[in-house]
């Protein structure tokens, strides 16, 4: 991440409207149970930005995802119609359909064309939407946008505990530029895009292919370094919106600030990872797993993740057992070469193992690492200065009571 003192983190209740010129709010359509925020809509009300995207791996995409690749494709969104409850996904030709008639309702009701409309769902997979309530949504929610939000982290929430929000800003030039963000996500999180969406949006002035290449490296090491479950969805997308309000000097590829603002891009995402993996369903404890000392970032994360991943190793820090065993073996299946003999693993500041054997110590004082609500486990190699981090949670009974009834 850069490290630039000038990027500061904010605290967060209105991620998606921090920057200026974007309002939004979020209403409840009655899409999930009464009272519950569903249905959200974000605006830039400054024309002529530029626009970013990033979607799941997964070969299944649900028809606001395929809806949203085409917008952002063909030129450049600035407006965002959102629901939660059904994800409008493996609901074939109506599906397209309905998520195409969402982007026309939201586009006629800001006064903006479709193609400046991005879409998207998350919620039960295979269900169709009711899209009388959708439109009725769509003109109550319109109606309600504000600076402050007014609820839009909250409607794209599912099985959520809590909203997600991150602000960030930096000095550009002698201009503030403030980037935002919203996300959900809490179960089928895994690197490579998950059961998440996020939206970020900014008032810097930055070219299209630009714009693209700092969301897709912040992606890289922030939405695909956690993992809940080992599943992703049909859904994921990550959409960032600029508008230009800051009237920062347009930044291009050999812009010597542009390293700035992918730093406080990737801050922003970070902290919006870190949240959605605290957040994963039943978890009790963040898990961050770095690895030190790689011969390149793309090994450290390999390695990171397989631990991160590991359902073993999950369950044993829900249990505030110091399983070293469980982390040597999850990197030893990673799929990246290493020598075990190079290893040294630390829980805490506990080192357990180095030189290919167990290191003497007490196994309290390992265990007590792993009481609190953030557990940090580092692997530190002998290879290069390379290095990565990986977040998860750990893996609890109320998991399965959540995923065991999700529907019902």
């Not at 550009?172 to 998440?196: C, D, F, L, Q, R």
Request: negative net charge; glycine residues 12%; proline residues 3%.
């Amino acid at each position: 991440m850069n490290k630039n003192p000038q990027i500061g983190i904010k605290p967060a209740t209105d991620g998606a409207t921090a920057a200026r010129g974007f309002v939004a709010a979020g209403v409840a359509s009655g899409l999930r149970y009464e009272g519950r925020r569903d249905l959200g809509l974000l605006l830039s009300e400054v024309a002529g930005g530029t626009s970013a995207l990033v979607v799941t791996s997964n070969v299944l995409k649900s028809a606001p995802l395929l809806v949203t690749k085409g917008a952002v494709e063909g030129g450049d969104v600035r407006a965002l119609v959102v629901n939660s409850g059904i994800a409008n996904a493996a609901t074939g030709q109506r599906g397209v359909e309905d998520a195409y008639r969402m982007q026309a309702l939201a586009a006629d009701t800001l006064g903006v064309e479709p193609g400046e409309v991005a879409v998207a769902s998350t919620g039960v997979i295979g269900e169709q939407l009711p899209m009388d309530q959708v439109e009725a949504g769509i003109k109550e929610v319109a109606a309600s946008l504000s600076g402050d939000g007014s609820g839009f982290a909250e409607a794209i929430l599912t099985t959520d505990t809590r909203p997600k929000e991150a602000v960030a800003t930096v000095e550009i030039g002698g201009e503030t530029v403030t980037v935002g963000g919203v996300a959900k996500g809490s179960g089928m999180i895994h690197p490579n895009m998950a059961t998440m969406l996020a939206f970020v949006t900014t008032d810097a002035a930055i070219e299209k292919e630009s714009l693209q290449n700092v969301l897709s490296k912040a992606t890289d090491r922030t939405f695909n370094r956690i993992t809940v479950d080992g599943d992703t969805s049909p859904n994921d997308m990550v959409l960032l919106m600029a508008n230009g309000a800051a009237e920062n000097e347009l930044l291009t590829q050999n812009s010597p600030n542009l390293p700035d603002f992918a730093g406080t891009v990737e801050t922003v995402m970070q902290e919006l990872a870190k949240e959605i993996a605290r957040d994963g369903e039943g978890a009790t404890k963040l898990v961050e797993v770095v690895v030190e000392g790689a011969e390149s970032e793309e090994k450290a994360a390999t390695l990171a993740r397989a631990v991160a991943g590991s359902n073993l190793f999950k369950a044993a820090v829900y249990g505030e057992d110091a399983n070293w065993g469980r982390v040597l073996n999850a990197i030893g299946y990673s799929g990246a070469s290493f020598d075990p003999e190079a290893v040294e693993l630390y829980f805490g500041p506990v080192k357990v193992f180095a030189d290919g054997e167990p290191v003497e110590h007490d196994a309290e004082e390992a265990n007590a690492t792993l009481a609190g609500d953030e557990v940090v486990v580092t692997a530190r190699l002998k290879e290069g200065e390379a290095s990565a981090t990986a977040w998860g949670c750990d893996l609890t009974e109320e998991y399965v009571r959540i995923n065991g009834s999700y529907r019902t």
